[in-house]
Nanobody
Framework: QVQLVESGGGLVQPGKSLTLSCAASGRIESHYLMGWYRQSLENQREMVALIAPGDITNYSDSVKGRFTISRDAAKNTVWLQMNSLKPEDTAVYYC????????????WGQGTQVTVSS
């Protein structure tokens, strides 16, 4: 079993920055993808940013150039640096860990609220 603990959400003004963190613990014995998804009242859950072994990253078009995902593989921790925040970034942000193998499974954090408003 794997547990994900997120932190760093909150209320921030448009144009400002915020950093989310997610620490994974438990039985982690294989390579994995780790990333952030978000869900707002108006939209379904969507991928925001992913990071794979070798620090290969992928971003949604809506955050590319503004958000940066990074990780410390030794600590099974990932961060999402969010710059130039917009009101449309308001959502609950969820951390996800997805094993590539041989270990299998995907896990979610409890979510952290990010609100961008003046």
């Amino acid at each position: 079993q794997v547990q994900l603990v997120e932190s760093g959400g909150g209320l921030v003004q448009p144009g400002k920055s915020l950093t989310l963190s997610c620490a994974a613990s438990g039985r982690i014995e294989s390579h994995y993808l780790m990333g952030w998804y978000r869900q707002s009242l108006e939209n379904q859950r969507e991928m925001v940013a992913l990071i794979a072994p070798g620090d290969i990253t992928n971003y949604s078009d809506s955050v590319k150039g503004r958000f940066t995902i990074s990780r410390d593989a030794a600590k099974n921790t990932v961060w999402l640096q969010m710059n130039s925040l917009k009101p449309e970034d308001t959502a609950v942000y969820y951390c996800n860990l997805h094993f590539i193998g041989p270990q299998v499974g995907a896990y979610w954090g409890q979510g952290t609220q990010v609100t961008v408003s003046s």
